[in-house]
């Protein structure tokens, strides 16, 4: 049986195509990378027993990779994390195998991890599996604090619809038809 081409298939394509051929200033990526640590720190710090977990493999790096985007993080003595040096060695190696970035956005969206290559430390592959199996950001608390209660709440009750309909929207089969 032949499986239908989605019609976005072009997109993916287009995005291959221009990542592959643009790539942004060394600059902007060193700043991302930072603001996704503040985040995940952020995040961390909600959670005590994460930070416990970390704190006991201080010192480690995990190297996360998609296509051709990867960044270090090395595990702090706080049981954070913050950039490691890029020439440091790895103890553990995140690859994530899925190249399409549409199937990436359509799995977070329905709540599914993508498909992983593991390679290295055992025992943080494990600390970092609990991680992300446990700790969850809750935006709408952080929202609360800085909008109000009732702000926070309409913001994340439009964005759960949001993700909904883009999950609709993506999950259609091609031509449109259900």
Request: a negative charge; glycine letters at 6%; aromatic letters at 6%.
């Amino acid at each position: 049986m032949v499986t239908p081409q989605s019609p976005f298939s072009f997109l993916d394509e287009a995005i291959q195509k221009v990542g592959s051929q643009l790539q942004p200033p060394e600059w902007a990526v060193q700043e991302a990378q930072r603001r996704i640590v503040l985040l995940l720190n952020h995040v961390l710090q909600q959670e005590p027993e994460a930070t416990r977990r970390l704190f006991q493999l201080s010192g480690k790096v995990v190297m996360f990779h998609w296509r051709q985007f990867h960044f270090k993080l090395r595990v702090t003595p706080a049981g954070l994390l913050d950039l490691a040096e890029p020439d440091v060695q790895a103890d553990l190696s995140l690859s994530v195998t899925e190249e399409s970035a549409r199937v990436l956005v359509q799995s977070a969206l329905s709540g599914q991890r993508p498909a992983v290559r593991i390679e290295g430390d055992v025992e943080l592959a494990a600390a970092v599996n609990w991680v992300v199996e446990h700790v969850r950001w809750d935006l709408e608390e952080d929202l609360a604090r800085v909008i109000g209660d009732a702000p926070a709440h309409a913001l994340s009750q439009a964005a759960r619809r949001l993700r909904d309909g883009v999950r609709t929207w993506l999950d259609r089969p091609p031509g449109g038809q259900r």
